[in-house]
DNA sequence: ATAGATGCAAAGGGTTTGCACTTGA
DNA sequence: TCAAGTGCAAACCCTTTGCATCTAT
């Protein structure tokens, strides 16, 4: 069973305060704030180990590395910032999906993705070139 | 400008006929058998060279490589298969996406994607463990 | 003739893993 | 105590790139 070292619940507490789908290396950031010499092989494990236990879920996006994100939510979907990479969760779904599914196919599952700029980047979309070195995401 | 080569020509016309997104492997395994000697390096320039002419466009999934398709079709979304990993366009969109926009926030683009068994996986779904070397995918 | 394209192999970037050391229960 | 967890570095996988060679124009 699980230890409750600091590493990782510098890693959940990152998780439980950012409110929104955390990168690998974002959550590395926030952890580092409450445990410095934390490593990157560790976030992973951590993230593994949770995604199995059951608290923390994948958010996989389309040419990105996946975001991570606490279980128990209710449906929801993204929102990936074109201007800062981060992703946040929209409530609420779409309707009518069912009439896409062609016949014979049998669907599972399905993903509802939003593209564009987030409520810090749509004023003056930043060029992403211009980007912080702080702020980008890998 | 580009030349006609025979790899590429044995690329576009995987592509072509394949009527269905391919990942670079998929691509490659296709147009080998245009063109046997054909390397993985020359399927991924050829790929970012017909993404710049214009001709191929790419269609990236959340948590697998991306795959391409031919440009110039009309709104479309996707299918990926949990058996077989294949792709496949779907028709139509959903309705009621505006009404997900946070305030403050702005779309630019949106995607959706179905996930489950396609038309040959779906009356037997292969367990991922038996998929054949052929038909595994990157 | 010559710039563009190819194939090989080596380099990159993000993720995973082996190993010796540390630490929580 | 001692297995789980950690940090480092090496291994991995997919993708890109350097380079010598080839080829369409």
Redesign the interface.
Known sequence: MPRNTKQRHAIRLAFEIAGRPLAPEEALAAARRAHAGLGIATVYRAIKAALEEGWLV?V????SS?RYELAGKKHH?H?HC?ACGKV?E????????R?????????????????????DC?PAPIASDSISATDRLP
């Open positions: 994948a996989e996006l389309p040419g996946a979907h929102f074109r946040f929209i409530a609420g779904c779409v309707e009518n999906l009439k896409l599914i062609p016949s014979g196919f049998r669907v599972t599952d399905h993903d509802v993705l939003l593209y564009g700029y987030c409520c749509a």
